[in-house]
């Protein structure tokens, strides 16, 4: 199905209290490092692994469609069991970084080029 993303398994169900504290959490740092999750688990008495489907399935979802209609992201949200509204922050959090860094890599070539006339 076009838009929507597919799960291998069923995301956990958080509660409110465990969302407003993940929702925070990836807020502040949406590509968590492991040890990240490991606190972020404690803190909301959770497995680890419970908390890796969140970035993928945001990512996944991001590189499939980059501008998702407003139903794909009330479904994306509902699977994830999050706020719309987040859903499309994150998205254009997505696009903004996913800009930067393509902007970056494109100057690399440009600033190895003025360090090799600088060595001449």
């Given at each position: 199905?076009?838009?929507?993303?597919?799960?291998?398994?069923k995301?956990?169900?958080?509660?409110?209290?465990q969302?407003?504290?993940l929702?925070?959490?990836?807020?502040?740092?949406?590509?968590?490092?492991?040890?990240?999750?490991?606190?972020?688990?404690?803190e909301?008495?959770?497995g680890a692994?419970?908390?890796?489907f969140?970035?993928?399935?945001?990512?996944?979802a991001?590189?499939?469609?980059?501008?998702?209609r407003?139903d794909?992201r009330?479904?994306?949200?509902k699977e994830?069991?999050?706020?719309?509204?987040?859903v499309?922050?994150?998205?254009?959090?997505?696009?903004s970084?996913?800009?930067?860094q393509?902007?970056?890599?494109?100057?690399?070539?440009s600033?190895?080029?003025?360090?090799?006339?600088?060595?001449?």
């Open positions: 199905m076009a838009g929507q993303t597919q799960f291998q398994s995301p956990p169900k958080f509660t409110e209290d969302m407003k504290i929702i925070k959490a990836f807020n502040q740092k949406p590509y968590p490092g492991y040890a990240t999750k490991q606190k972020l688990a404690l909301i008495n959770t692994g419970q908390l890796n969140l970035p993928v399935t945001l990512i996944t991001l590189t499939n469609n980059p501008y998702p407003i794909s009330e479904q994306l949200a994830i069991g999050a706020p719309e509204s987040r499309q922050v994150w998205f254009q959090s997505g696009r970084q996913f800009h930067v393509r902007k970056r890599e494109l100057d690399e070539p600033k190895q080029k003025q360090d090799e006339e600088r060595h001449f």
